[in-house]
């Protein structure tokens, strides 16, 4: 036989790459939000285990999520190689493999929350695709092969190459095809971007940073962290694109009446607004995990209140578009705070990224059990009958925020000259307040620090002061004590499970 293993090979790949391209052409088009290969890759993320997670973020930081993808897609390509190798000889082997893959899929879409029959629609099209286009280019092969070995001497070689290479052109040509389809037909983003662009919600004022804020130092953090600045951790891979009118929200579960609220009723009611910071339990003592802006939106303890929580019920489970859940205390949700379903960020409707058109801000807790981006359901329940995303990873139920502090100027690492230098940076303790900053130098004394002004004890503040370094190398750290007293611990702590602790700590250089 004169055709390489490789051709069959090819065939695989080709088989399998115009499969995946129609099946992303068939989710745009059905207005699927998840293609298979996306929904995969979700699916694993919710298993993968939260140390995984956390060394992956850690590793790739806002690549993560490529990275998976890239390797789902270099374990298909090699996949699909080996299945063309195995239609060779063994054609049944090959459609159970293809099949296998498919299940794969299936068992992803089965494992949403909500799934409906049209999102299983992409994966019939991939499927069949891949089994048309390899039993195409599998026949050339083997006549190929049988001219090759004069079982069909009437027939020339070239002939039969040239038919196998023009059905290789043309499965190219529908994989191509039906990718630009996909881009074409993926139009949700745009008409959720041009919503978005067009929106106008009453009652919506610009930021302006309150007096005595800032002490506009350099490389300090801006008090205002520009939206698209603000930093992003969530587990979608591909962003949900909700547009208003469609936009739902119901609270259901342990209530006296159930409530399911469209964009119109939201915005029609009385509109909160309100600087609050935002940092995520990943964040690392000293790091960048974390963002103040300019909330508007309704407040949740009026509405809860209206739905009636009955006696027992301390735990909210939200849940977001894609999937993604957290348990939050319902007690968190109803009492002073101005917890929100927040609409804008910075005077301007969400960013997609940030959970247009609406999601859930409560101050003085972590992310992970609160900031749900894309917010469709609450359900009023207790924690000891539900598991929320990362609790079920291994953190822990609840997510108070920890007060920290870090030094921002200078950097770690940097040289300075000898005198008097500047030493800078921010502090916070959502819904406590931070009473107090202080620094140390190479293990003395805990020096105090001039606080900037705060609107509220939801925000972070800056502070500053000035010490004086000799020649040689240095050791800086800082801490923060908080409205009731207590000083931040120096205690070096992972944030596994429920967020770092320890002072931050920076060593320069001092020149003469």
């Avoid at 390797?71 to 063309?84: E, H, K």
């Avoid at 499927?127 to 009437?154: F, H, K, S, T, Y």
């Avoid at 925000?459 to 009731?484: F, K, M, S, Y």
Wanted: hydrophobic share 45%.
């Amino acid at each position: 036989m004169k055709t390489s293993r490789g051709w069959w090979a090819f065939a695989g790949i080709l088989s399998g790459a115009v499969g995946l391209a129609l099946s992303y052409a068939a989710a745009a088009l059905l207005h699927v939000r998840e293609s298979p290969v996306v929904v995969v890759a979700e699916g694993f993320a919710d298993l993968t285990p939260g140390s995984v997670v956390k060394w992956a973020i850690d590793t790739f930081d806002k690549d993560d999520k490529k990275i998976l993808v890239l390797g789902i897609m270099l374990f298909l390509t090699v996949t699909f190689a080996v299945l063309g190798r195995l239609a060779r000889t063994r054609w049944w082997a090959a459609m159970i493999g293809f099949c296998a893959l498919a299940g794969v899929a299936v068992i992803a879409v089965l494992a949403k929350p909500t799934p409906s029959p049209i999102d299983f629609a992409p994966i019939v099209v991939g499927l069949l695709c891949w089994i048309v286009a390899l039993a195409i280019l599998a026949e050339w092969l083997r006549r190929w092969e049988m001219v090759a070995d004069g079982d069909e001497p009437a027939i020339e070689p070239m002939h039969t190459r040239r038919h196998f290479f023009i059905a290789a052109g043309a499965t190219a040509g529908f994989a191509a095809f039906g990718g630009l389809i996909g881009r074409l037909a993926g139009s949700a983003r745009r008409r959720a971007e041009e919503s978005r662009r067009l929106l106008r919600i009453e009652g919506i004022t610009a930021p302006d940073v309150p007096n005595g804020a800032s002490f506009e130092i350099d490389n300090v953090s801006l008090w205002q962290t520009p939206s698209e600045d603000f930093y992003l951790i969530d587990t979608a891979f591909i962003k949900p694109t909700i547009e208003p009118a469609d936009w739902q929200l119901r609270i259901h579960g342990m209530v006296d009446r159930e409530i399911t609220l469209t964009y119109q009723d939201l915005v029609s009611r009385e509109i909160t607004q309100d600087w609050i910071t935002l940092n995520c339990v990943s964040n690392e003592v000293g790091g960048d995990l974390i963002g103040n802006a300019w909330w508007s939106g309704v407040r949740l303890a009026a509405i809860l209140a209206e739905a009636g929580p009955q006696e027992g019920a301390d735990a909210v489970l939200q849940t977001s578009e894609d999937g993604w859940t957290c348990g939050t205390p319902l007690g968190a949700l109803m009492d002073d705070r101005n917890a929100m379903l927040a609409v804008a960020m910075n005077g301007e409707p969400l960013l997609i990224e940030h959970g247009f058109p609406v999601r859930t801000i409560v101050p003085g807790l972590y992310g992970y059990v609160s900031a749900t981006k894309w917010v469709i359901d609450m359900e009023v329940t207790r924690f000891d009958e539900i598991e929320a995303y990362w609790t079920g990873k291994g953190w822990s139920e609840q997510g108070p925020v920890k007060i920290a502090s870090k030094i921002e100027v200078p950097h770690d690492g940097d040289e300075v000259a000898a005198g008097e230098v500047v030493v800078a940076g921010v502090a916070w303790f959502q819904h406590t307040g931070v009473s107090a900053v202080e620094v140390q130098v190479d293990g003395g004394a805990w020096k105090p620090t001039e606080l900037a002004a705060t609107p509220n004890i939801d925000t972070w503040v800056q502070w500053r002061t000035t010490v004086d370094l000799d020649e040689g190398d240095h050791q800086i750290r800082v801490r923060a004590t908080d409205r009731d007293g207590n000083a931040q611990t120096g205690a070096i702590a992972d944030v596994l499970p429920d967020g770092a602790t320890g002072w931050h700590t920076i060593d320069v250089s001092v020149n003469a």
